[in-house]
Protein backbone atom coordinates (compact mmCIF):
# COMPACT_ATOMS: atom_id res chain seq x y z
CA UNK A 1 0.00 0.00 0.00
CA UNK A 2 3.15 2.47 0.84
CA UNK A 3 5.07 1.75 -2.39
CA UNK A 4 1.33 2.65 -4.39
CA UNK A 5 1.16 6.01 -2.25
CA UNK A 6 4.50 6.61 -3.07
CA UNK A 7 4.32 5.58 -6.68
CA UNK A 8 1.28 7.74 -7.13
CA UNK A 9 2.60 10.53 -5.68
CA UNK A 10 5.66 10.68 -7.68
CA UNK A 11 3.92 10.09 -11.16
CA UNK A 12 1.76 13.42 -9.89
CA UNK A 13 4.93 15.50 -9.50
CA UNK A 14 6.33 14.34 -13.14
CA UNK A 15 3.12 15.02 -14.63
CA UNK A 16 3.06 18.12 -13.26
CA UNK A 17 6.03 19.43 -13.97
CA UNK A 18 5.84 18.87 -17.20
CA UNK A 19 2.09 19.46 -18.07
CA UNK A 20 1.93 22.53 -15.59
CA UNK A 21 1.15 25.65 -17.06
CA UNK A 22 3.72 28.30 -15.63
CA UNK A 23 1.75 31.44 -16.38
CA UNK A 24 -0.86 30.16 -13.46
CA UNK A 25 0.81 30.38 -10.03
CA UNK A 26 -0.30 29.71 -6.99
CA UNK A 27 0.65 33.17 -6.34
CA UNK A 28 -2.32 34.92 -8.41
CA UNK A 29 -4.46 32.37 -7.25
CA UNK A 30 -4.71 33.71 -3.38
CA UNK A 31 -4.98 37.34 -3.95
CA UNK A 32 -7.11 38.01 -0.83
CA UNK A 33 -4.19 35.56 1.33
CA UNK A 34 -1.92 38.23 -0.13
CA UNK A 35 -3.85 41.04 0.73
CA UNK A 36 -4.84 40.25 4.33
CA UNK A 37 -1.02 39.18 5.00
CA UNK A 38 0.16 43.04 3.09
CA UNK A 39 -2.50 44.07 5.33
CA UNK A 40 -1.12 42.72 8.24
CA UNK A 41 2.29 43.05 7.91
CA UNK A 42 2.06 46.75 7.40
CA UNK A 43 0.75 47.35 10.24
CA UNK A 44 3.29 45.63 11.91
CA UNK A 45 5.61 47.77 10.40
CA UNK A 46 4.65 50.87 9.86
CA UNK A 47 1.66 50.56 13.19
CA UNK A 48 -1.56 52.28 12.69
CA UNK A 49 -4.74 50.23 11.33
CA UNK A 50 -5.34 48.89 7.75
CA UNK A 51 -8.84 48.95 6.01
CA UNK A 52 -8.84 45.98 3.41
CA UNK A 53 -10.86 46.05 0.68
CA UNK A 54 -12.79 49.15 0.80
CA UNK A 55 -15.66 50.67 -1.84
CA UNK A 56 -15.25 53.98 -2.84
CA UNK A 57 -18.41 55.97 -4.58
CA UNK A 58 -16.51 58.02 -7.32
CA UNK A 59 -18.44 60.88 -8.42
CA UNK A 60 -16.83 61.26 -12.00
CA UNK A 61 -18.22 57.47 -12.84
CA UNK A 62 -21.30 57.17 -10.68
CA UNK A 63 -19.57 53.54 -9.71
CA UNK A 64 -17.91 52.09 -6.76
CA UNK A 65 -14.00 52.18 -6.88
CA UNK A 66 -12.12 49.35 -5.08
CA UNK A 67 -9.18 49.94 -3.18
CA UNK A 68 -7.57 47.36 -2.18
CA UNK A 69 -5.98 48.40 1.10
CA UNK A 70 -5.62 51.66 2.94
CA UNK A 71 -3.09 51.84 5.66
CA UNK A 72 -3.58 54.62 8.54
CA UNK A 73 -0.50 56.12 10.92
CA UNK A 74 -1.04 59.32 13.07
CA UNK A 75 1.20 60.64 9.93
CA UNK A 76 -0.23 59.75 6.76
CA UNK A 77 -2.92 57.93 4.50
CA UNK A 78 -1.88 55.26 2.37
CA UNK A 79 -3.54 54.48 -0.57
CA UNK A 80 -1.87 50.90 -1.43
CA UNK A 81 -2.74 48.52 -4.70
CA UNK A 82 -1.33 44.71 -4.31
CA UNK A 83 -0.88 43.42 -7.22
CA UNK A 84 -0.35 39.78 -8.02
CA UNK A 85 1.61 40.24 -11.59
CA UNK A 86 4.27 38.51 -12.77
CA UNK A 87 6.98 39.09 -15.53
CA UNK A 88 9.02 41.87 -16.73
CA UNK A 89 6.69 45.58 -16.13
CA UNK A 90 7.96 48.76 -17.77
CA UNK A 91 5.87 51.52 -16.96
CA UNK A 92 4.83 53.99 -20.17
CA UNK A 93 4.53 57.39 -20.05
CA UNK A 94 0.86 57.96 -18.99
CA UNK A 95 2.05 55.98 -16.37
CA UNK A 96 -0.26 52.72 -17.58
CA UNK A 97 2.05 49.36 -16.63
CA UNK A 98 3.13 46.69 -19.68
CA UNK A 99 3.36 43.35 -18.18
CA UNK A 100 5.14 41.26 -20.38
CA UNK A 101 4.77 37.33 -19.21
CA UNK A 102 4.83 33.84 -19.87
CA UNK A 103 7.83 31.75 -20.63
CA UNK A 104 6.14 29.88 -23.71
CA UNK A 105 3.90 31.85 -24.95
CA UNK A 106 4.79 35.86 -24.26
CA UNK A 107 1.50 37.65 -23.49
CA UNK A 108 1.55 41.52 -23.20
CA UNK A 109 -1.28 43.52 -20.49
CA UNK A 110 -1.33 47.06 -20.19
CA UNK A 111 -3.52 47.86 -16.98
CA UNK A 112 -3.78 51.53 -15.84
CA UNK A 113 -1.75 53.47 -12.96
CA UNK A 114 -2.55 50.69 -10.30
CA UNK A 115 -3.03 53.59 -7.38
CA UNK A 116 -2.94 56.98 -8.53
CA UNK A 117 -7.15 57.37 -9.45
CA UNK A 118 -7.47 55.01 -6.20
CA UNK A 119 -6.27 57.43 -4.20
CA UNK A 120 -7.67 60.74 -5.63
CA UNK A 121 -10.99 59.21 -5.38
CA UNK A 122 -10.41 58.61 -1.79
CA UNK A 123 -9.17 62.26 -1.18
CA UNK A 124 -12.49 63.74 -3.01
CA UNK A 125 -14.31 61.27 -1.13
CA UNK A 126 -13.00 62.70 2.21
CA UNK A 127 -13.21 66.14 1.53
CA UNK A 128 -16.81 65.57 0.59
CA UNK A 129 -17.38 64.38 4.24
CA UNK A 130 -15.36 67.39 5.57
CA UNK A 131 -12.43 65.93 6.15
CA UNK A 132 -9.27 67.84 4.32
CA UNK A 133 -6.01 65.66 4.15
CA UNK A 134 -2.76 68.56 4.44
CA UNK A 135 -0.53 68.39 1.20
CA UNK A 136 1.95 65.27 1.30
CA UNK A 137 -0.15 62.97 3.84
CA UNK A 138 -2.04 61.19 1.07
CA UNK A 139 0.49 58.05 -0.52
CA UNK A 140 0.28 55.77 -3.11
CA UNK A 141 2.60 52.46 -2.79
CA UNK A 142 2.05 49.15 -4.74
CA UNK A 143 2.92 45.98 -3.37
CA UNK A 144 3.89 43.09 -5.56
CA UNK A 145 3.96 39.72 -3.49
CA UNK A 146 4.88 37.87 -6.55
CA UNK A 147 8.39 36.41 -7.01
CA UNK A 148 8.44 36.03 -10.66
CA UNK A 149 7.94 40.05 -10.76
CA UNK A 150 10.20 42.01 -12.16
CA UNK A 151 10.80 45.29 -13.65
CA UNK A 152 12.55 46.68 -17.26
CA UNK A 153 14.00 50.32 -16.06
CA UNK A 154 13.56 52.47 -13.18
CA UNK A 155 9.85 53.66 -12.06
CA UNK A 156 9.40 57.01 -12.54
CA UNK A 157 9.85 59.10 -9.04
CA UNK A 158 5.95 59.83 -8.87
CA UNK A 159 5.67 56.04 -9.27
CA UNK A 160 6.27 54.96 -6.27
CA UNK A 161 6.94 50.93 -5.64
CA UNK A 162 7.28 48.67 -2.75
CA UNK A 163 7.95 44.66 -3.50
CA UNK A 164 7.12 42.63 -1.25
CA UNK A 165 8.11 38.92 -0.85
Request: one cysteine or more; proline letters at 4%.
Amino acid sequence: MWVEIICGLVIYKLVRRFFHDDEISDDETSGSTALFSVAHRLEKLYGGKSYVGLRIPDADTASRQDIDLVLLTKEQVVVIGVKNLSGIVTVNSDGSWVCESGKQHHTTQTYPDPVKKQASVLDSYLEQRGFTLLEGNLSCKVVIPSPNFRTMHAFPSEQQKTTFI
